[in-house]
C-alpha cells in the first residue's frame, strides 16, 4: 500500500479520486459492495493517535466526507442502498488508513448486518475493480 500512496503523490495511481486535507480517497480493489472505497492517510502514521490534534480531527472528518459522497453516489445509481459503514483497523497494513463500505437492501440476509469481512468471496476475482471497468465505476465515483 505504500507504493499505492507514493504512486497517487506522482499523480500515477489510476484508482485515486480525489486528494483531500489528510490523504488519498480511492476506490477499493475489490467491488464486491459497489462504491467500496479508502482514505489513505498520506503522511506517516500507524495509528489515528500518532497524529496531532488538528490531523486527528481532520483525518475521521475527510473519512465522513468521502463517505458522504459514495452514499450520494450510491444513492442515486442503487435503489436497494442503504447505509455508509466506516472502519479504521490496520491489523493487515500498518500505515492509517478508512475503509468506507456502502452497505445494500439487496446483500444476502446472512452478511446484510454483519461486517463486511463475513463474506467469505469478498476478494474473489469476479469482484477485482479490474474486471469491474475502473474507469467507469471512478467516473461515476467522481460526479
Request: one cysteine or more; a negative charge.
Amino acid at each position: 500500500m505504500y507504493e499505492r500512496i507514493a504512486a497517487a503523490e506522482r499523480g500515477e495511481n489510476p484508482t485515486v479520486m480525489i486528494r483531500m486535507s489528510t490523504g488519498w480517497a480511492v476506490i477499493g480493489d475489490t467491488q464486491h459492495l459497489p462504491g467500496y472505497s479508502l482514505l489513505l492517510y498520506a503522511g506517516t502514521a500507524n495509528h489515528l493517535s500518532d497524529l496531532d490534534r488538528v490531523e486527528r480531527a481532520d483525518f475521521p472528518m475527510d473519512m465522513s466526507i468521502l463517505g458522504e459522497a459514495v452514499a450520494n453516489v450510491c444513492q442515486r445509481f442503487d435503489s436497494g442502498y442503504r447505509r455508509i459503514n466506516y472502519e479504521i483497523l490496520g491489523n493487515s497494513f500498518e500505515h492509517l488508513h478508512a475503509h468506507v463500505h456502502p452497505r445494500y437492501e439487496w446483500e444476502p440476509p446472512a452478511h446484510r448486518h454483519s461486517p463486511v469481512w463475513t463474506y467469505p468471496d469478498r476478494k474473489s476475482p469476479r469482484y477485482a475493480l479490474s474486471l469491474c471497468q475502473p474507469d467507469q465505476v471512478l467516473a461515476i465515483m467522481r460526479v
